[in-house]
């Protein structure tokens, strides 16, 4: 089986010398363990960061991957079963069944069980939760979401759409403003050739937004929270621009616009609910069936891309969900 592992912590924007691959001999599956092989793996931003808090150097990537139970002795896990598993960036793992999570009984033959780790996987969950548990999003309002093509912010604005708001998604290619305006967002804006995000901001919003889902950080961020109403809402989800920085940024940050428009932010990660994921997994599920829910995917072939895909993801090649077909 093969493994790529994290050579050397990555300084700035990770490098394909960053990683190596090897080669690895499994032991047999104990009692209660199960073998697995690796069929779709993600590759996700929080990779970047976590890898300096939660790895070594020479770790296996974290990651998590959609796999088939090939070998098993564990009774909850059949032979020919499909689960999503913290595997990291492996073809085949040994485990036993702490963190593996079985593909819902529902899941419909004719759907790619991609979308376990995309729009009915975390990223979509994460959608979800900022937008009802830390929204709390209300019909008419006008939601604010960057990094609008990708995983989280793709369902984001269809969920929004779906209760009845305004939405406006700004994203870093035209093909990508495109791909939103299909989804169904009001104003799109590319805030690469935008040239003031202030002015793209607010003419996308002359009303001003009540909600924004937060991805991105820095000037973004910034330039944001200025086009805010009063009393409105921040889920801060994701950093993306900040994450390949080497040193961190401190600001300025609109520190009186807070105050002045009374604004409330919250920080989250989707695990919080864990304890709710199966019944929103078949919510997100249903959407998708009823045609609510558009999810579109960025799939690398082989095992052996997995570098270059989690490389193209950071530097914007994706639209939709960034994946590795082994
Ligand atoms: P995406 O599918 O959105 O892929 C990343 C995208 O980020 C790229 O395609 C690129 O699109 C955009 N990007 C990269 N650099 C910048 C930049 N400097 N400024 C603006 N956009 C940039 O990834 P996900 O949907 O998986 O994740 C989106 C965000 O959500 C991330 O910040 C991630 O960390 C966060 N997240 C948080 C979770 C939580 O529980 N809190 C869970 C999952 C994700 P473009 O071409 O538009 O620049």
Known sequence: ???????????????????????????????????????????????????????NEGDVMIGTQ????????????????????????????VCDATGLVPIMEEWPEDVSLSLALGAIGMPGLTALYGIEEI?????????????????????????????????VGSAGSDAKVAFLRELGFDRTFNYKTVGSLEDA?????????????ENVGGPFYSAALEQMNDFGRVAVCGGISLYNDTTA????????????????MEGFVQGRWEHKHPEDLKRLMRW???????CREHITEGFDNMPSAFIGMLQGENIGKALVKV
């Open 288 to 294: 998708m069936r009823e045609g609510r829910l558009r």
């Open 201 to 213: 901001l607010r003419t996308a919003a002359p009303e001003g937004y009540d909600c924004f889902f």
């Open 1 to 55: 089986s093969k493994a790529w592992t994290l050579t050397k912590h990555f300084d700035g924007w990770p490098k394909k010398s960053d990683f190596t691959l090897k080669l690895e001999t499994l032991p047999e599956p104990k009692d209660g363990e199960v073998l697995l092989e690796a069929v779709f793996l993600s590759v996700d931003p929080y990779m970047r960061p976590f890898s300096k808090i939660r790895m």
């Open 249 to 264: 940024q401190t600001g300025p940050y609109p520190h009186m616009t807070m105050i002045v428009k009374q604004l409330k």
């Open 135 to 167: 929204l709390e999003l209300k019909a008419g309002e006008t939601l604010l979401v960057n990094a609008a093509a990708g995983a989280v912010g793709s369902v984001v604005g269809q969920i929004a759409k779906i209760k009845g708001c305004r939405v």
């Open 66 to 93: 959609v796999a088939k139970v090939i070998q098993s002795n564990n009774p909850a896990f059949a032979v020919g079963s499909h689960v999503v598993g913290r595997c990291g960036w492996r073809t085949h793992t």
